[in-house]
């Protein structure tokens, strides 16, 4: 296996994972942001890390509105994305020192999306011999602990992208 990078493998763990109603629209609802791995919110976007990691550090960015077109997003919306996705990279950069950095938005079932109906992105930092996290996450699906300290240590790094 030399891609990490698989969509449709991501659709898979997604649909292993159902949760009643949008697990985006959810979290902002929620009262813990700890609990519920938010790191940051914008004024028209989150970033949380994923419950079900492809690797350390992997989090998903997505518009707190509930929208399924990247066309459905105003301006601001789009630009608010996009900024938190640049200062996200930046974040991940400074604090985990990855080799390198997978970006991935699928939109589409066909396409891989796991929550089809509400946009957002893939963030996925990479080390060098990293390819075999995957099949070791997709087994164990839950790693709360590890997740918890991931949070403890990025949450502060991501104070000033919520300011
Ligand atoms: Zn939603």
């Not at 919306?77 to 996200?88: G, I, M, Q, V, Y």
Request: hydrophobic share 35%.
């Amino acid at each position: 296996m030399k891609q990490l990078w698989a969509p449709w493998r991501m659709a898979y763990v997604d649909q292993n994972s159902k949760e009643a109603g949008c697990i985006f629209c959810n979290k902002l609802q929620g009262n813990d942001p700890r609990d519920a791995l938010v790191l940051a919110t914008t004024p028209h976007s989150m970033a949380m890390l994923n419950k079900y990691p492809y690797n350390n550090g992997h989090l998903l960015l997505a518009p707190k509105r509930h929208e399924k077109n990247l066309s459905g997003l105003s301006a601001d919306e789009f630009n608010d994305l996009n900024d938190a996705l640049r200062r996200s990279v930046h974040i991940l950069r400074q604090v985990l020192n990855p080799g390198g950095i997978n970006l991935g938005m699928n939109l589409g079932k066909c396409a891989g999306a796991g929550i089809e109906d509400h946009l957002h992105w893939h963030v996925v930092p990479r080390w060098e011999g990293d390819t075999n996290f995957m099949p070791v996450v997709t087994e164990t699906r839950v790693m709360p602990q590890h997740l918890l300290d991931s949070y403890d240590r990025l949450q502060p790094h991501f104070r000033y992208l919520s300011i």
